[in-house]
């Protein structure tokens, strides 16, 4: 059974690069026609999708945050990455990642558990 | 697409049936999806297009609905099924949430 787990820096200060990894494990990341996406969760609100990779390396982001968001993929290491550059204080959230593919139909199950990051100098 | 859900908050007891809704500003077709989340967790995803349940997901609960208005139903709460739900569609990017709906115990 697939597992997604976050990681990351828990403080990023102001202007700074917030970077996360969301490792895999249960099988391989590559292995199926699989999508992995980031989604965030401000403290006591609601969800924001981030974007998405494909297996193979096209992305998809939010317009709202395509200028600053990078996501990648590494199949030898089993993980997926988010760069968020120029961060500020509304970027703290909690980071979640997700998987979609077509055996739900692209919907996103499942979640890893989520990592939170605060913003402050 | 703005997916506005309501109410915002449902004050139930243990044994009552749950209506909640999620409405979309245009059309999503059937591209909708429903997720619970509990304080603490992840969400799961209980019910999409709008009314298969995915894995494990209970037959209390149920999603009905196309185009712009869904409703995501529970027949019978049971205990755990006092969290936030949300309501998401895939319809056109971004891809967009509701504000979530609570049930909370009575």
């Known amino acids: 059974q697939v597992q997604l787990q976050e990681s990351g820096p828990g403080l990023v200060k102001p202007s700074q690069t917030l970077s996360l990894t969301c490792s895999v494990s249960?099988?391989?990341?590559?292995?199926?026609?699989?999508?992995w996406n980031w989604i965030r969760q401000p403290a006591g609100k609601g969800l924001e999708w981030i974007g998405r990779?494909?297996?193979?390396?096209?992305?998809y982001y939010n317009p709202s945050l395509k200028s600053r968001v990078t996501i990648s993929i590494d199949t030898s290491r089993n993980q997926v990455s988010l760069k968020l550059n120029s961060v500020t204080a509304a970027d703290a959230a909690i980071y979640y990642c997700?998987?979609?593919?077509?055996?739900?139909?692209?919907?996103?199950?499942?979640w890893g558990q989520g990592t939170q990051v605060i913003v402050s100098s | 697409i703005v997916l506005t859900q309501s109410p915002a908050t449902l004050s139930l007891s243990p044994g009552e049936r749950a209506t909640l809704s999620c409405r979309a500003s245009?059309?999503?077709?059937?591209?909708l999806a429903w997720y619970q989340q509990k304080p603490g967790q992840a969400p799961r995803l209980l019910i999409y297009?709008?009314?298969h349940r995915a894995t494990g997901i209970p037959a209390r609960f149920s999603g009905s609905g196309s185009g712009t208005d869904f409703t995501l139903t529970i027949s019978s709460l049971e205990p755990e099924d006092f969290a936030t739900y949300y309501c998401?569609?895939?319809?056109?990017?971004?891809?967009?949430f509701g504000q979530g709906s609570k049930v909370e115990i009575k």
């Open positions: 997700a998987r979609d593919d077509s055996s739900i139909s692209y919907w996103l199950d499942p």
């Open positions: 249960g099988e391989s990341i590559s292995s199926g026609d699989y999508y």
């Open positions: 990779i494909y297996t193979r390396g096209s992305t």
């Open positions: 245009h059309s999503v077709r059937n591209y």
């Open positions: 297009e709008p009314s």
């Open positions: 998401q569609q895939r319809s056109s990017w971004p891809w967009t």
